[in-house]
């Protein structure tokens, strides 16, 4: 087996997944570097921007493997790819690896990228990207990664609100993807400060955005949304390796 290189930003827990159909649950994190987005609300700059590059470390697919099974002790638990866009790097065999000793893995993207290895998957969230961010979807990348998946992973839709423009893309998606369970999420308010990494949250926003998007989805009958926050985010803030 070729051991595949990972550009990787950090790799930490374990500790809970904060959002999505995984929350709450024990998990351990590898953060890659690298992104081909630029959203303007980014809260993980340290694993998007180049000028960071010099704190990645390229890992071969074996090194990040141990790393997971000193952090878990060698205990079975879920492993989140994120990023940046963990789907621009080989991830194949570090599934396969993990597999076989009984770990599942989740992979969190905005679907701009597809991979074969998404089928090998356990989980796989596409979090296409609203107004807000300033980028704009490619509805063929992401119905490509739907396909690249097949029926291997439990596949659902995450969205970031910020605003009524951001809460009407999200009613699009679900009519194109109807039968995708999709989770809201409030947006990420930050506190200006002179470090990004570890930016202080407006809590006070942060819940009457949740209250906000809560009272958006009753009001709209869109029963079938699943509204959550990012539960890492009430607890620590924007502080790294949590």
Not at 20 to 34: A, K, Q, Y
Not at 36 to 63: E, F, G, L, P
Not at 134 to 160: H, Q, R, S, Y
Not at 207 to 224: A, N, P, Q
Request: overall charge negative.
């Amino acid at each position: 087996m070729k051991d595949c290189e990972i550009l990787v930003s950090e790799i930490f827990g374990p500790t809970i997944q904060g959002e999505g159909t995984l929350i709450g649950l024990p998990t351990v994190f590898v953060r890659t570097g690298g992104c081909d987005y630029r959203c303007s609300w980014c809260d993980s700059m340290h694993a998007v921007d180049s000028k960071y590059r010099n704190q990645w470390k390229k890992m071969t697919s074996s090194d990040v493997w141990s790393q997971i099974t000193r952090l878990s002790k060698d205990r079975p638990i879920v492993v989140s790819l994120s990023g940046g866009n963990p789907a621009i790097q080989p991830f194949s065999e570090l599934i396969e690896l993990g597999h076989a000793s009984g770990f599942r893995f989740a992979l969190e993207t905005q679907g701009s990228v597809s991979q074969d290895w998404f089928a090998s998957l356990d989980f796989l969230v596409l979090s296409p990207k609203p107004p807000s961010s300033g980028m704009n979807t490619n509805w063929d990348d992401l119905n490509k990664c739907f396909t690249v998946a097949g029926k291997k992973p439990e596949i659902v839709l995450k969205i970031v609100i910020f605003d009524d423009a951001d809460f009407e893309f999200a009613r699009e998606i679900t009519k194109r993807f109807p039968l995708i369970p999709v989770y809201l999420q409030p947006g990420n308010y930050m506190v200006p400060s002179g470090d990004e990494h570890d930016a202080p949250i407006d809590q006070n926003g942060l819940t009457e955005k949740m209250r906000w998007l809560v009272d958006k989805v009753i009001e709209t009958s869109w029963f079938e949304a699943r509204v959550l926050p990012q539960l890492h985010v009430i607890l620590w803030g924007n502080k790294r390796g949590v």
